[in-house]
């Protein structure tokens, strides 16, 4: 009642409401880790051929959108734009 | 040609048995027909909330398997003038001795000689919930304001969306409004925000809910109660009528009556 050690009452609902939202997200993703590191895997393949990335810095994300859709975001750091010439060199 | 509404939740005792009782006796006490079906197969409770335990000579079953006619296994509640009849589960068979396509085509029949049709879904996303959507024009999900239920609600409105079925409404059932109040208790806003589906009412939690499913009668009738009022309101709108949202936030305690007393 005092919250003699320090602990946390009266938010217990909005820990509720962040969980639900974040189990609901994932849920309706219904992603595999499999096929996201697959899919990462062949994203990093697309971007090397024209840019020199932070690989490590890589993020995915999935978000919750409009209409029960879902929102997959990836965010690459981007060190340098490779030459056209070098894209060419590759193919 | 009446309407067939199946009650659905994913997580079991959340209330849709309850919910099922509630809102048909409402119905039947406005003077409509009423029809109810308990689709839990091999776990029928339907009858025992409706206090109709004593009185079932067929079942579900039974009428598919063509023992009995549809007329003979419906039971009357005479408590409301025959208006509410309830086609009671099979509590030896097996849950797949009844398939979607014989849901469905029951469901035809019962809409053709009532003004409204309850399916009452068993829990789960197995065969008994799909003979329930099966036959259902309209689709009720009843949750509760905890976690599991509704991220179950949720699965259950992915799934109506994959076959294609007509948009569900929510029923969110026992509310604690001193808990809401205390912040130890997810609000109605944020169920609806993170479910994206129509409210179709709120429940406050009401011990006169036991109280009447102890007797075998619907709360809806405990004129006075809480839960009753929840539940006309929910009764009400499914005959078309505009009625606002109930205002659980009742302050009850005495200070706060002496308070609003002040503010006057």
Redesign the interface.
Known sequence: MFNLFGSK??????I??N???V??TQ??ANISSEILEDLKKDVLAVFNRYLIIDESGMECLVKKEQ??NIGLSISIPVKQVKKRMSVLDED | MGVVYAVTSGKGGVGKTTTVANLSTGLAMLGYSVAVVDGDIGLRNLDLVMGLENRIVYDIVDVVEGRATLKQALIKDKKLKSKLQLLPASQTKDKTAVSPENMAKLALELKDQFDFVFLDSPAGIEQGFRNAIAGADEILIVTNPE?SA??DA??I??LL?SYGKKAPKLIINRIRTD??R??????VE??ID???IELSGIIPDDEAVIVSTNRGEAVIREEGSKAAKAYSNIVRRLVGEEVPLMELDEKNSFVEKLFRLFKK
């Open positions: 009452k009266g938010n217990s609902a909005s509720a409401s969980r639900l939202k189990v609901i849920d309706r209409e029960r | 976690l509704i991220r949720d699965r409105v992915g969306d808990m809401v205390r912040g130890e208790m997810i609000q944020e169920i993170a479910l994206e």
